[in-house]
Every structure is written in structure tokens, then in C-alpha cells.
């Protein structure tokens, strides 16, 4: 493997601190180096552009079966976005819903090298993984979804923490998963039979348990395993008008929970696209709807032990798909587009809808807004991540958009007085009019890699330039010191990078996709635990009489699924 | 004594039943019996032992008569015919495992193939009107634990999809249908009186072709507004009783088939299917699945969904993904002479294309990978047996309900043979080396 040094780029590194420095980063056998530590390194000129360890996605829906079915059903989201073969480039095509190969690309342009599947459904792990093996270049992991699982709604109704551990560290070795995701937490079980849990203390039906204890249950387990990644929620009541009081319920249930990890990850509950929780007012229709973002910002920011990310809308078509069964259904009835369901046996349940986030409409400019406002109330951008919950708020491919707007007043400016039909309310009726804050470089290295591996358990690995980590670098065309009289060049550049290195393979190359990598990696989490009888018992119990596989035929076994394991290994038999 | 495998999955219907228990003899080699497993299943695995069964790929001879031919020959023959073809047609994928499927992407990705499944004489109009309206759908496990409601279609498991009614939608006795079947109604629309239908609580004859309409009727039911007299020759008594039985459930779920797929109406049958399935969902729970027949069909659609973004009917020839059904489907390019080559894996056209089209394949350069003889071996100039995915190869199959299973080699094929992705593999180096790109 050839060895590299980047010349000369303005570095941007929270982790060691430095920010904008002119210095030189090498890697060597794949890792980053002291640029002393190389000699007859391959010599990458970034004089005059921005530098920064790859990036790293802690939540996107780019692999599995719901992905799948939002490409096979919306044969128009190709319509305008295919691109040809060309030299070692495989056929792209998709824009909400891009195919694998073009997920690989995009990430690959945008500078990132590591992708977290946000839900994957365990009896679909199988598919989940196919995917994930034919999307290039850029090493991934997927969490199983656990809040609407009847062994965890059964062991956490009896308090059963243990048990509920047992069942995850099994679940998470049967499925190749990396960690504990939960969805509508009993709302999606409830969703079995027409219904929903609205708020935190809504029973769901049969089981006889509420969300609240379902997510309380499964942070004392996450932490219990001491797994590298927090518990990962998506709230009840997502997207509901007035839904901000259910939010707040939701994060206070980490209150009286502590980190226990070998990671240096300090929240136990990562809450994922905040915005869509956020809301206040009581309907769509009253004109009443308004930003409730300070509200539960004021909240994060004085809490230590929670992270989130942002779900920024970004005004476009796109295709809406989550485990989140109910909320799709509503959606469909919302705006009558054709609405895609499968209920999962004992599991879960997905819904697909796409959706046009037009920004002539007052909602859709506000939930802009909402999106941007936690970006920008955020005091430890250590704790908030960009994403677009791709594609739900927004496509992937407008991540560089969303920078934009975060970083620039400017353009955000232009959306509300330009864009927006009515900028003016969503000026009044939430606070992105009062924010004149722009996110610097340095911020944006926190919110788009530093952070995220911090919260995923992988900065050991990533988000930083730290001699040792992987060889994940890239380079933007963007300089910090003559570029910044336009917001459009952030948003050029972040799309756009110059140069990409993945563990030490050159995968771009001036701004040219070269290779298609050749080590892409699946990371998921072995985690020892005693032996469980009981939890033994119970899962051969359920195999044999409700599922419609046999517990034999249930796990991912490596070879064709997970031919490239990244084995993270925990105790937790102590 | 005979040792048993058991947890093997059935590598034939999209029922994918994955509790077989296969007796090997004591050397390990030889199939006894097959366990648990439908006649047809069963007949699958033991037919793969027959004693007359190819093992070496042959050549046509310009007299009609084979000669065999060593894999590296018919490596070559496929390379080069696929290389030399301006529109190759890459035809079946529904037999294979999705690992295969992935490399018959990149080979057709490579030579600019138009890349077909079984789907598109099957449920293509299903995948189609999931376009049009979306699919609220569920697995089969949904099912067996809540369906309290059942319809059949236009199909006929009882002889199709033989251990579906057992293991997952009459029968069964599952988490909240303690009962099993006495837990269940059901209904089956069939204008012929079927082994399934006789089952029936309620079986609705219609008049052939008429499933629009009564489709059309039962949302008008479900709603509680006026119906005609009879619909598609079915009274409005009965049309209401059906509604109101599907209403009442707590959890329905409509199964169909080709009888629906293929008659009158296509896709807009099934368009409408889903509408009152969708409709149902505002009194109670409901989902809807197709009967899929081959037992990888679906996994096709998946590998070509997240590879190219459609699940069949695949144009690759301008270097980019296109799809258009009725243009770029399997029959249409054939009958407009618009294929110049053929290569067919894991399906047989030659028993189910019109005649026309498997004219156009006997008159073509073609190949036909298949573990057996079948009516498309016989009209191809090249036949290259290859080993039994799921008996003697393992790999992963997506079920009729997209739920994926890797399938499990209980036997070793016969010395020397090739499986279908080594096969592709050879015939993709071979042609990157003939294109110079390797
Ligand atoms: S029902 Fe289908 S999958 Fe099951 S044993 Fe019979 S042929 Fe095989």
C-alpha cells in the first residue's frame, strides 16, 4: 500500500485541537502517521484547501429492505439522475433513493468514510447486509431495531434487565448489528393492529408496557452490555404538531443514566432527527404550528449524557421510509402518495411514503428552519450531528446544502426573503430569524466526524487526524482564508473533494472517483455475556412456535454476508 | 444409519419452507428421502440425483444432435457471443442465488445486456402497480400470529404453493390466532372451483376477467355505498357479506396470484387490489402479498432494485439503467427481433414464452444454463448443466414476503461441476479479457 502525504492544507481537527493550522498529514500502511514517520510517501498538494479526517454518518438509511423497496417502487427517482459506466465507475443511478454503487460514490465525494444503516429490521439482517457488501469504498455498520421486539417488551414489563441484555448481545450476534436502534418505541408493536403510542405513557396493547419503560429498559441494557454506541431513539409521535412535550419526556429518561463503556462515549441515549421532534402548536391545518426548538435545546444543552442529530429538511422530492409504521400511514393520508408497509413478525414494521417538501408551503419552510435552529442553538457542537435522516428530511446528497446554510447567515438569508413563500412567518414563528450564529470549520469537523465517532464508540478509529487512527482523509477545495465571500462554494466544496483517502487508498483522485476500494468493511458488536438459560429457553420457545424461520436458518452467517468483518468485542460477563 | 440434515430450505416455490429434514445415505453422498417437504419440493431433491443427469455442458451440432464440450469451451462460447452481441437478452435469475444474480449484474453491466426476470410473465404487473400505489404488506409470520381473515385471489396454493396454508396463513396456530384455523375466515375468488376454493368459507366465483369490477365493488361495500344487483356475477349480498367480513377482522390479508396477474386488466387489477387493502386499513389491519412462484424471483427484483434502482425489465445497453415494461420486457425485444443473443439462467422460457419468442431463441446465438434438460435447453445452441443451488450449493433466496434465507447444500454435486456463480464468474473474467478491461 502506497504511503501519502497531504501538503500544506488548512487542518481542521477538534480532537487535537487544531483549527485551520497550514501543516501536513501523512498516512502509512493505512494509518495516520506523523508526517516525520514517512519517506517515500506519494505527495498530495492541498495548499489553499481545507483538510480533515473523513466523515463520519451516524445515522442514514442507505441499506436494507425499506431502502429497496423506495428504489423498486419510485421507478421516477431515477428519471433525470442515472449516470453512465465510465473507466472503473459503475453504473450510478437514483436520487433520493440512490442505488448502492451510487451511495458509495456519493459518500466517497463528499469526503465521508463510515456509514451507520440507522434500522435494520433483524429478520431482513440478511438483506441489510447484501447491501451493504455492494455499496463500495465506504465501511458501514447496522442497528437491529429492539423497541418494539416482543422478547424486549416481555423481559422489560418484567424488569428484566438482564435478560433484555442477554437478548440484545444475541440478537446483535445473530444479526452481524453494531447496536440498540428503537423506533416509535411500542408504537410500531401497537401498529400490528391499526393503533399507535402517542406519548411516552400510552400502553401498548396486549404487552402491557409503555414507551417509557421500553426506553428507559433499553438504555440500563445498552449500558449493562457497555456497547461502543449509545441507545439509539427515534421518538414517539414523530412529525405530530404539539409533539415537543413527548420529546422532552423522552430525553428525561436518561436522567439517572451513566455511560459505562471502554469507549470514551458519554451519552447513554442518542436521539435522531431532532427536528421532526420539535414541534409545538396542535395541527397542521391551525396556522398554530411553530418551532419548539429552544425549548428542548435548553433542555440538551444543560444535559450531559445526550446527543442528537439534526434531520434537516432540505426542501426537496424525496422518498420518507422508517420503521415508524403508523406515522407512514398518516403521512399517506396526508398527501394520498402510494404508501408501501410491512409489518415484521415479532419485530417491527416499516413504512415508505415519498414526499414533496415544497417550499411554497408554510409547514415545510418551517421544518427548514427547525432543522437549522438546532444546529445553531447547540453549545457543544460535540453533541449534535448533521444529517438529513437521508432520505427522510432530505437526500443524502444535500448534506454539503445543509452546511451551507448552517454556515452561512447569508444564504440562509436568501432562503427566507427568496425561496420560502413565506419567510416572513417562519420568521415569526420560529427563532431561525434571531440566529445570526455561523457554524465555523472547526464546528462543522465536530458535527460531521469528531462527534459522531465519539458517540458511536468508534474514535479510536475516526474523526480525527490523531497519529494511529485509520488513514481516512480528506481534502475539500475550500479556502478558509479567500472562499468565504460565497456560500456557494461550501456547498460546491463538501460535495465536491478533491482528494479522499480510505484507509490509505487513494479513492479520489482531483475530484475523480479512482477505485472502488478494495478493503470495505462491516463493523458490528460481539458482546460476551454469562450464559442465560432462561433467555435460551425463551428464544427457542419463540422459534419454534410464532416465527416463520427456524432458529437455525436465523443467523447471518459471514461468508457471503459479512465477507469483511470489523469485530468490535465486548465483556459483559462481569 | 442414514444421517439427517435438517433446517434445509426448499429451493423450488416462493413459499421457501426452510424445516426440511433430507436423509443422506451412510456415505453422505446419496439422497434417501426428503422430509416435511411438498411432493414438489421433495421431487426437487431427489431429481437432482437421477441417474441420467447431465454433468458436462454440449454443444448443438449443425445436424440438431449435442456434443459434449468442456466448461472452458462453453466459457468461451458465452464470452464471445456475449461480447459480440449489440443487445444481448439476459434472461431468468429467478432460480439462482442472489450471489449468482449479482454477478450476472456485472456481466450484464460489462456487455450491455437487457436483463429480464421471470416476473415479467408472472407478477411484473404486480411490481408495476406497486409503482402506481404502493403495498402495505407484512411478512408471513405477520400472518400465521394475527390474520383472522384470508383471501385467495386468483390462486390456488393448494396445488401451487402446497405448504402455505399449513405453515403460514389457514392452519397455523400462532401468538394471538390461538385457534389456527378456526380462528380464520376465508374467502377465495376463483371463477374455477379449486382444491382451494372448496376450503373456503366463502368462495366467490366470478365471472372470468371480471376482478376489476368486483374488486371495484367490495371498496364500494366497504364504504357502505349502493352496489348493482350482481357484480362480475356475484350478488350484492354476498359482495356485502365479503366486505363486512374483511371489516370485522381484526387483521386481514389478501393473497394472489397469476390468475389475477395475467387475466384482464393486469396491473390495474392489481392497482385496485391494493386500493381495497389500503382502504381497509382505516376499520382494522390489512396487508397483501403476491404468491410468488420461482423460488428466487424475488430476490432478483431486491439485487437488481439496490444494484440498478427496477426490479426487472432491465435495459443496460446504453450504459446506464433504463426500464420501460411492454419495451424493454423479455418478449417484446424478442418478438421485434431486437435481441441478437440469448442467455438464459435459472428459468426456463421455453416452457412459458408464447412460441414466437422461443422461435426467436432457437433461430438466435443462445445459451442456456440449467441443472436440466427443459424445452429452452433443447432450442439453444450451448446447455451448461450446472450444480442444484440449494441442494448441492447453498446461497441466499428472498421468500415470497422479501424475507431473505440462505438456502443450504445438503449434497456435493457430481465431480467436476461448475455452480451458476462460478460459471458467471469464468464467463465475467473471460470477458473482461476479450474487452481488454481486466
Ligand atoms: S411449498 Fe414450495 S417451498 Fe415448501 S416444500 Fe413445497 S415446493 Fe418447497
Redesign the interface.
Known amino acids: 500500500m502506497a504511503d501519502y502525504i497531504i501538503r500544506n492544507g488548512f487542518v481542521f481537527d477538534p480532537i487535537l485541537g487544531i483549527n485551520g493550522d497550514i501543516m501536513d498529514v501523512a498516512v502509512k500502511d493505512g494509518k495516520i502517521v506523523d508526517a516525520g514517520d514517512v519517506t517515500k510517501a506519494t505527495e498530495i498538494d492541498a495548499s489553499g484547501m481545507t483538510v480533515m479526517a473523513a466523515g463520519v454518518d451516524v445515522h442514514a438509511h442507505v441499506?436494507g429492505?425499506k431502502?429497496?423497496v423506495g428504489?423498486?417502487?419510485?421507478?421516477e427517482?431515477?428519471l433525470f439522475s442515472?449516470?453512465?459506466?465510465s473507466g472503473i465507475k459503475?453504473?450510478?443511478?437514483?436520487f433520493s433513493?440512490p442505488?448502492?454503487?451510487r451511495t458509495g460514490y456519493l459518500y466517497a465525494r463528499m469526503g465521508f468514510g463510515f456509514s451507520m444503516e440507522a434500522a435494520m429490521p433483524p429478520?431482513?439482517a440478511?438483506?441489510t447486509h447484501?447491501?451493504i457488501v455492494?455499496t463500495p469504498i465506504i465501511d458501514q455498520g447496522a442497528l437491529p431495531v429492539f423497541g418494539n421486539n416482543?422478547f424486549v417488551l416481555e423481559y422489560i414489563k418484567e424488569n428484566e434487565v438482564e435478560n433484555t441484555a442477554a437478548y440484545i448481545a444475541w440478537l446483535l450476534a445473530q444479526t452481524k448489528g453494531y447496536g440498540v436502534k428503537c423506533v416509535n418505541p411500542g408504537g410500531t408493536e401497537s401498529w400490528?393492529?391499526?393503533m399507535n403510542c402517542e406519548t411516552v405513557d400510552d400502553v401498548v396493547p396486549?404487552f402491557d408496557v409503555t414507551p417509557r419503560q421500553i426506553v428507559d429498559g433499553l438504555i440500563a441494557a445498552n449500558e449493562m452490555l457497555g456497547l461502543p454506541h449509545c441507545m439509539h431513539v427515534h421518538g414517539n409521535s414523530l412529525g405530530e404538531p404539539g409533539n415537543y412535550g413527548v420529546t422532552l419526556d423522552t430525553l428525561k429518561i436518561a436522567e439517572g443514566h451513566k455511560p459505562n463503556n471502554e469507549f470514551g462515549r458519554e451519552s447513554v441515549l442518542h436521539h435522531t432527527h431532532l427536528q421532526f421532534h420539535c414541534y409545538g402548536g396542535e395541527s397542521y391545518a391551525s396556522k398554530s404550528f411553530e418551532s419548539k426548538s429552544k425549548e428542548v435545546m435548553e433542555y440538551v444543552n444543560s444535559t450531559d449524557n445526550i446527543t442528537f442529530d439534526l434531520g434537516v429538511v432540505t426542501l426537496d422530492e424525496t422518498t420518507t421510509m422508517t420503521a415508524d409504521g403508523p406515522f407512514e400511514?398518516h403521512l399517506?393520508h396526508m398527501n394520498n402518495?402510494?404508501?408501501?408497509?410491512?409489518?415484521?413478525?415479532?419485530e417491527t414494521a416499516a413504512g415508505?411514503?415519498p414526499f414533496i417538501y415544497n417550499p411554497k408551503t408554510f409547514i415545510a419552510g418551517a421544518q427548514w428552519a427547525i432543522g437549522l435552529e438546532l444546529g445553531l442553538l447547540i453549545k457543544d457542537p460535540m453533541k449534535a450531528y448533521i444529517t438529513t435522516d437521508a432520505p427522510n428530511a432530505g437526500p443524502l446528497m444535500r448534506y454539503p446544502r445543509v452546511y451551507k446554510w448552517l454556515m452561512s447567515a447569508k444564504a440562509r438569508d436568501d432562503m427566507l426573503d427568496n425561496v420560502l413563500k413565506y419567510g416572513d412567518s417562519v420568521r415569526e414563528r420560529c427563532y431561525i430569524g434571531e440566529l445570526d450564529r455561523e457554524i465555523s470549520l472547526y464546528e462543522l469537523a465536530m458535527m460531521t466526524r469528531a462527534g459522531p465517532a465519539k458517540t458511536l464508540g468508534l474514535s479510536h478509529m475516526f474523526g480525527s487526524l490523531k497519529a494511529g487512527l485509520e488513514g481516512d482523509v480528506v481534502v475539500y477545495p475550500y479556502n478558509p482564508e479567500s472562499d468565504t465571500d460565497d456560500p456557494e462554494k461550501i456547498e460546491y466544496a463538501f460535495g465536491n473533494c478533491n482528494t479522499l483517502l480510505k484507509g490509505g487508498e487513494l479513492i479520489v483522485k482531483d475530484g475523480e472517483v479512482v477505485s472502488n476500494g478494495k478493503q470495505k468493511r462491516t463493523f458490528w458488536v460481539n458482546a460476551k455475556t454469562n450464559e442465560n438459560p432462561v433467555v435460551e429457553r425463551d428464544i427457542s420457545e419463540k422459534f419454534k412456535?410464532?416465527?416463520?424461520?427456524?432458529q437455525?436458518?436465523y443467523a447471518v452467517?459471514g461468508h457471503?454476508?459479512v465477507p469483511n468483518p470489523y469485530v468490535i468485542e465486548v465483556d459483559a460477563t462481569k | 444409519m442414514a444421517k439427517i440434515v435438517?433446517?434445509v430450505?426448499c429451493p423450488f416455490c416462493g413459499t421457501l419452507c426452510?424445516?426440511l429434514e433430507v436423509a443422506l445415505d451412510d456415505s453422505g453422498e446419496k439422497i434417501l428421502e426428503v422430509y416435511n417437504a411438498c411432493a414438489i419440493g421433495a421431487t426437487k431433491f431427489l431429481h437432482s440425483q437421477a441417474e441420467d443427469r447431465l454433468t458436462r455442458p454440449r454443444m448443438k451440432q449443425e445436424d440438431g444432435s449435442w456434443k459434449d464440450v468442456t466448461y472452458d469451451e462453453a466459457v468461451e462460447y458465452t464470452a464471445k457471443m456475449l461480447v459480440d452481441a449489440k443487445k444481448p437478452l439476459m434472461y431468468g435469475w429467478s432460480s439462482t442465488s442472489?450471489?449468482a444474480q449479482?454477478i450476472g449484474s456485472?456481466l450484464g453491466?460489462e456487455v450491455g445486456a437487457c436483463m429480464d426476470n421471470t416476473a415479467t410473465v408472472c407478477h411484473g404487473s404486480t411490481?408495476i402497480a406497486?409503482?402506481?400505489?404502493?403495498?402495505?404488506?407484512?411478512?408471513?409470520?405477520?400472518i400465521?400470529?394475527?390474520a383472522d381473515r384470508v383471501v385467495f385471489w386468483g390462486c390456488n396454493p393448494a396445488h401451487a404453493h402446497p405448504r402455505h396454508m399449513s405453515?403460514?396463513s389457514i392452519f397455523p396456530?400462532?401468538?394471538?390466532t390461538g385457534k389456527g384455523s378456526k380462528s380464520r375466515k376465508m374467502v377465495v375468488v376463483d371463477p374455477r372451483k379449486t382444491d382451494t376454493a372448496k376450503m373456503a368459507d366463502i368462495h366467490l366465483q366470478l365471472e372470468q376477467g371480471r376482478d376489476y369490477e368486483l374488486l371495484s365493488a367490495i371498496r364500494i361495500a366497504i364504504r357502505g355505498e349502493k352496489l348493482p344487483e350482481t357484480v362480475a356475477g356475484i350478488p350484492a349480498k354476498t359482495i356485502k357479506e365479503v366486505a363486512d367480513t374483511l371489516k370485522s377482522g381484526?387483521?386481514s390479508v389478501i393473497f394472489f396470484g397469476m390468475g389475477v396477474t395475467h387475466s384482464l386488466g393486469k396491473n390495474h387489477n392489481i392497482d385496485i387490489a391494493i386500493a381495497v387493502t389500503?382502504d381497509l386499513?382505516d376499520y382494522?389491519?390489512a396487508?397483501i402479498i403476491p404468491m410468488r412462484g420461482h423460488y428466487n424471483v424475488t430476490g432478483s427484483?431486491?439485487?437488481w432494485?439496490?444494484?440498478?434502482?427496477?426490479?426487472f425489465c432491465l435495459d443496460?445497453s446504453?450504459?446506464?439503467?433504463?426500464?420501460n415494461p411492454g419495451d424493454s420486457s423479455s418478449n417484446d425485444l424478442l418478438i421485434r427481433d431486437e435481441v441478437d443473443a440469448v442467455f438464459t439462467l435459472g428459468s426456463d422460457p421455453g416452457a412459458h414464452f408464447p412460441v414466437g419468442s422461443v422461435k426467436k431463441i432457437a433461430q438466435l446465438p443462445s445459451v442456456c444454463i440449467d441443472p436440466h434438460i427443459t424445452p429452452t435447453s433443447a432450442v439453444s445452441k450451448l446447455h451448461v448443466p450446472v450444480a442444484f443451488v440449494g441442494v448441492e450449493v447453498g446461497?441466499?433466496a428472498?421468500r415470497m414476503?422479501?424475507?431473505?434465507?440462505?438456502t443450504r447444500k445438503v449434497v456435493e454435486p457430481p465431480e467436476g461441476m461448475l455452480t451458476d456463480e462460478e460459471f458467471l464468474a469464468k464467463v465475467l473474467d473471460r470477458v473482461k479479457k476479450i474487452k481488454g478491461v481486466a
Open positions: 441499506a429492505p431502502v429497496n428504489r423498486n417502487f419510485r421507478p427517482d431515477k442515472c449516470s453512465p459506466r459503475r453504473m450510478e443511478a437514483g433513493v442505488t448502492t454503487i429478520l431482513y440478511r438483506h447484501e447491501e455492494d416482543w400490528g393492529w391499526g396486549y400511514f399517506s402518495l402510494k404508501w408501501a408497509n410491512t409489518d415484521v413478525e415479532l415508505v411514503v412456535r410464532y416465527y416463520t424461520v427456524t437455525n436458518n452467517e457471503h454476508y | 435438517t433446517d430450505v426452510d424445516d442472489c450471489s449479482s456485472e453491466e411490481l406497486v409503482q402506481d400505489v404502493g403495498v402495505p404488506s407484512a411478512t408471513l409470520g405477520e400465521a400470529n394475527r405453515r403460514y396456530r400462532g401468538f394471538f381484526r387483521f389500503r386499513n382494522t389491519k396487508a427484483g431486491q439485487v432494485g439496490w444494484q440498478f434502482g427496477y426490479p443496460l446504453r450504459g446506464f439503467p433504463r426500464y446461497g441466499c428472498y414476503d422479501n424475507v431473505p434465507i440462505e
